[in-house]
């Protein structure tokens, strides 16, 4: 295996460079690159740059880097030959698969990442991203709502994580989730405010109750019932079932 991955190795030619995909790959951490040359400088390099020679994202053929653009700068800070091994890739959606199976064998990646990476080739992802961006809600959690699909109060949302990361994510009728964000996040001016990961469990119980409510549910009655009982949800936000049995009760 290693001696395969040796044989494929290049150095660029005269004249020529590794180009960057702006907007798919993270930004680059300079504290990182610095590591990395004090890594090579003590250990040599243990995995190679991975590029592609692509041509249909600006028209001409560019070698862009896949994988290790900050390897491939800490090497121009030490002064390196630079050398790859250069992959196939054949459109932007085959890209974007390369990118996030290389970046997740050789460290862990954030749903943000993923989430930059597929925005290249999915509008949804770009929306997500602006969503998350106004809204204070975990990210698992704001996904399950812009797919209308379901949140585990007591864990992370296994099936829209992979959904993220596989490109699959889709919104689901905009309009009417983007709704009951503004409408989950006046319940959470009232309910005792907690941090992203906290709020999960008083998410999923105002989404099961509004399921339940269907287009009975009249916001600003509620809303002011609420206010009034609010000293009601001090002890409840984290007793399973009772927050969605409170608010239909307030809804009535």
């Known amino acids: 295996m ?4 040796k044989d494929r190795i290049k150095a660029l030619k005269q004249g020529e460079t590794l180009s960057y995909l702006a907007g798919i790959n ?5 504290a990182q690159v610095t590591k990395l040359a004090k890594s090579v400088d003590l250990m040599g390099l243990i995995r190679p740059i991975v590029a592609s020679r692509i041509s249909f994202i600006n028209g001409l053929p560019t070698l862009y880097i896949i994988d290790g653009q900050h390897l491939f700068n800490a090497k121009l800070r030490n002064n390196i030959p630079i050398e790859y091994v250069e992959i196939n890739v054949t459109d932007l959606k085959d890209l974007v ?6 970046n997740a064998s ?6 943000t990442d993923y ?3 597929w925005s290249a080739v999915n509008k949804d992802y770009v929306k997500l991203n602006s969503y998350f961006n106004i809204y204070d809600f975990e990210l698992s959690t704001l996904a399950a709502i812009l797919s209308a699909s379901s949140i585990k109060s007591n864990g ?4 829209i994580t992979k959904a993220i990361k596989s490109g699959e994510f889709k919104i689901v009728d905009e309009t009417k989730q983007v709704n009951l964000l503004d409408h989950l996040t006046d319940v959470l001016r009232i309910i005792p405010r907690m941090a992203r990961f906290e709020n999960r469990y008083v998410c999923a119980e105002y989404i099961s109750f509004r399921n339940a409510v269907g287009a009975a549910y009249r916001h600003k009655e509620f809303m002011v019932n609420l206010e009034r009982n609010k000293s009601k949800f001090i002890l409840a936000t984290q007793q399973q079932q009772k ?3 409170i608010f239909t009760k307030l809804s009535k």
């Open 2 to 5: 290693a001696k395969l991955l």
């Open 26 to 30: 993270r930004a680059i951490d300079p």
């Open 97 to 102: 698969e390369n990118i996030a199976l290389l």
């Open 106 to 111: 050789s460290k862990s990646w954030k749903l």
């Open 115 to 117: 989430i930059l990476a």
């Open 156 to 159: 992370g949302n296994i099936s």
């Open 243 to 245: 927050l969605s049995d």
